[in-house]
């Protein structure tokens, strides 16, 4: 005789994924209610020009559909707790998408009204006897590259062996105390402090009106070091103690330690911190207003003292924003806007360029 307990059937197991929605339902019903808001802002949009059409209302209206959208279709198809696991989700990624807005507004605008100018008569011409349309930036973008070169040059070993000094050296002393509050000072001052002082030591110097690309270059050092102090600090200070006690126990003395080994370590994370202190000062507008002038030709000698005054690409879209062409209005316009997206783009590619050294240098690991 079989045993009541052989011939009951087994009990049913429920699984912790029954009632689960699949994994790419979120997507598909995002891309839907973006679609759907699109859609709306398009059909209301009067299509005459591509700049104005509201990217970021469409962007929030989208996500305000998403969040009803998963909610809704949670709640009927998966338990309370999913349905409630998925809103809260969907109200987190909204919140990030509207920290992105201003973002993706300040894109969109320079992008879709600055495309109209992108091209070879832009690049390769100055604004020398120029009065309505035509003309370019190449003497603004040369004047960007050499001052913003220049003050990179001057900064970063200046940033680097200060920071050094405070990690290596210093030890909480005094002077590194000290050191530690001007940094900071210098980390908030205004900008245009920093070229009212390179202006009035050039004038004490040379005399009053002088301006030249090495004054911008300056100006912006200025405001360089001290958010290449901070970062390489901060960098030098993750290095292992036990890199620098093992090189130690080995005899190395201590200067060779840190150019052979704390360097090489950091190296990654100090080369993200000069490219993020270059994308900083690349945009200034209010220093170059008074130490590099500005012109219309190409100048590409940032220590000339006579007829010195360079270009650059910030002073170049306020030129043309503050000072349009009597004759061609919306020209001028199409150049300011033109000369953002360029200044956007070297920003950009200086970020990237970022990332790839830190990911080319970064020290390898057995994970790897």
């Known amino acids: 005789m079989t045993s009541p307990s052989a011939t009951a059937a087994p009990a049913p197991t429920r699984s912790i994924t029954a009632g689960h929605l699949p994994g790419w339902t979120p997507w598909a019903i995002l891309v839907g209610a973006m679609a759907i808001s699109f859609a709306i802002f398009g059909v209301t949009h009067d299509g005459r020009d591509l700049a104005d059409f509201n990217v970021v209302g469409a962007l929030f209206v989208g996500m305000v559909i998403y969040i009803v959208l998963i909610g809704v279709i949670s709640s009927i198809a998966e338990s309370r707790r999913?349905?409630?696991?998925?809103?809260?989700?969907?109200?987190?990624?909204?919140?990030?998408?509207?920290?992105?807005?201003p973002l993706v507004s300040?894109?969109?605008?320079v992008v879709s009204n600055g495309l109209a100018r992108?091209?070879?008569?832009?690049?390769?011409?100055?604004?020398?006897?120029?009065?309505?349309?035509?003309?370019?930036a190449v003497h603004a973008i040369w004047g960007t590259l050499i001052i913003t070169?220049?003050?990179?040059?001057?900064?970063?070993?200046?940033?680097?062996?200060?920071?050094?000094?405070?990690?290596?050296?210093g030890n909480g002393n005094r002077l590194s105390r000290a050191i530690t509050f001007f940094v900071d000072v210098m980390t908030g001052i205004p900008s245009i402090v920093a070229g009212l002082f390179i202006y009035s030591v050039f004038a004490l110097l040379l005399g009053p009106g002088v301006r030249m690309g090495i004054m911008g270059a300056l100006a912006l050092s200025v405001l360089m070091i001290p958010v290449v102090v901070r970062g390489s600090e901060e960098m030098l200070r993750i290095v292992p103690n036990e890199l620098r006690e093992a090189s130690y126990a080995l005899g190395?003395?201590?200067?060779?330690?840190i150019?052979?080994?704390?360097?090489p370590t950091a190296?990654?994370?100090?080369?993200?911190?000069?490219?993020?202190?270059?994308?900083?000062?690349?945009?200034?507008?209010?220093?170059?207003?008074?130490?590099?002038?500005?012109?219309?030709n190409l100048q590409l000698n940032p220590f000339?003292?006579?007829?010195?005054?360079?270009?650059?690409?910030?002073?170049?879209?306020?030129?043309e924003f503050m000072y349009p062409s009597a004759s061609s209005p919306d020209a001028s316009l199409e150049r300011a806007w033109a000369a953002a997206l360029t200044l956007l783009l070297i920003v950009m590619v200086l970020n990237l360029l970022a990332r790839l050294i830190s990911k080319v240098f970064a020290p390898k690991t057995s994970g790897r």
């Open 82 to 101: 999913h349905a409630t696991d998925r809103l809260m989700t969907a109200l987190i990624s909204t919140a990030f998408v509207i920290a992105c807005l």
């Open 106 to 109: 300040l894109l969109w605008t």
């Open 118 to 136: 992108m091209d070879g008569e832009f690049f390769s011409f100055s604004m020398r006897n120029i009065i309505g349309e035509g003309g370019g």
């Open 149 to 169: 070169g220049l003050a990179t040059l001057i900064s970063v070993p200046i940033g680097l062996m200060t920071s050094i000094y405070l990690i290596e050296y």
């Open 252 to 257: 190395v003395p201590k200067w060779l330690t």
């Open 259 to 263: 150019t052979k080994v704390v360097l």
């Open 267 to 296: 190296i990654a994370g100090i080369t993200t911190s000069v490219m993020l202190a270059i994308a900083r000062v690349i945009g200034e507008t209010a220093p170059l207003l008074l130490t590099a002038g500005f012109v219309q």
């Open 304 to 319: 000339e003292t006579s007829n010195g005054q360079m270009m650059t690409l910030p002073v170049y879209v306020y030129n």
